[in-house]
């Protein structure tokens, strides 16, 4: 039998096979140590030599076929592919969804909060110069912030990010008041350790306008403080020093374990520090082209990892990047 004929008909007796025993018969028929397909392997040498390769090939792929209808019909015959008994009232797979990051999340509720009060989203470079991360905000040529130690520089004049002011003199350039920005982002600093890592996110707000206050200012991040943390929440602004702003301040969230009586959590305070903001301090508003005269403006910067840890009682901020599975799934 030449062998495309052996390979038809073989193949065929296989699949209709009705009983192993039967099935054993045809395996011995063609693979058997007489075996029609045997047969032909064996008597290879005898052939030609131009015919030889070719008819080895061939005979070999049928063998390998076979050998895979034979085995897949055994199973059939077995029953390990038919009538297997199906319990539908077995348990089913829980279907795992993914979710937004932690970090991810807080930032949109922010972003959220912040659209309500009329403020829109910005960009800026993760690499920026010297001149718009420090000197147009109003920082001084001997600021410790510029060091090396606490900065990455890629020159002398270009640096990673160091916070997301930047983007306000960028935007101030471009845009004429009235002003109202969110600028999120990546920064970076030379920092590492519980509380800190080489890069993390800011959230950046920026308002200029004619007649704005103080109490502007304080009323925005009221709304936003309550919109992440809830509206049980207090904020307070205490005196403190930023070169961009005049006057400064720092600002605390109560805490939510004491409602602000004092706590281990809080360290005794009844408050957790939060953020920093203050009045747009002049130079600030004319390096970003605008006259300090006519128009004030408010501005605040957050740390979002900081905001993350307070609200989820996270105490290494290093968790939020080490992508383990069983920690991000809780939020
Ligand atoms: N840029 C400051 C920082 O990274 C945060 C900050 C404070 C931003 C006061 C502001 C501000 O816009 O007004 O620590």
Known sequence: ??????????????????????????????????????????????????????????ANILKNTLEGEIKAKNEELSGKTKGVVIDVTAPGKRIEYG????????????????????????????????????????????????????TFYISNDLLL??????????????????IRIFAPGRVYRRDSDATHTPMFNQLEGLLVDEEVT?????????????????EEREIRLRPHHFPFTEPSAEVDVSCGLCSGKGCKSCKGEGWLEI?????????????????????????FGMGIERI?????????????????LRFTEQF
Do not use: C
């Open 1 to 58: 039998m030449d062998l495309k004929r052996l390979s038809e008909t073989a193949i065929d007796e296989v699949r209709k096979a009705s009983s192993a025993e039967e099935l054993f018969r045809i395996e011995k028929k063609y693979l058997g140590k007489k075996g029609e397909l045997t047969k032909i392997l064996r008597s290879l040498s005898d052939l030609p030599a131009e015919k030889r390769k070719e008819t080895g090939k061939n």
């Open 99 to 150: 979710h937004l990051h932690p970090i991810t999340q807080i930032l949109n509720e922010l972003i959220e909060a912040g659209k309500m009060l009329g403020f829109s989203v910005v960009d800026g470079p993760e690499i920026e110069t010297a001149w718009y991360n420090f000197d147009a905000l109003n920082t001084d040529e001997n600021h410790p912030s510029r060091d090396h130690t606490d």
């Open 161 to 178: 990010r160091t916070h997301t002011s930047p983007v306000q003199i960028r935007y101030m350039q471009e845009n004429k008041p009235p």
């Open 214 to 230: 103080m109490s502007d200012l304080k009323g925005t991040l009221l709304y936003l403080v309550q919109a992440v943390f809830g």
């Open 275 to 299: 953020l920093g903001a203050g009045m747009v301090h002049p130079n600030v508003l004319r390096a970003g082209g605008i006259d300090p005269k006519k128009y004030q403006g408010f501005a």
């Open 308 to 324: 993350a840890m307070l609200k989820y009682g996270v105490d290494d901020l290093r968790a939020f990047y080490d992508n383990d």
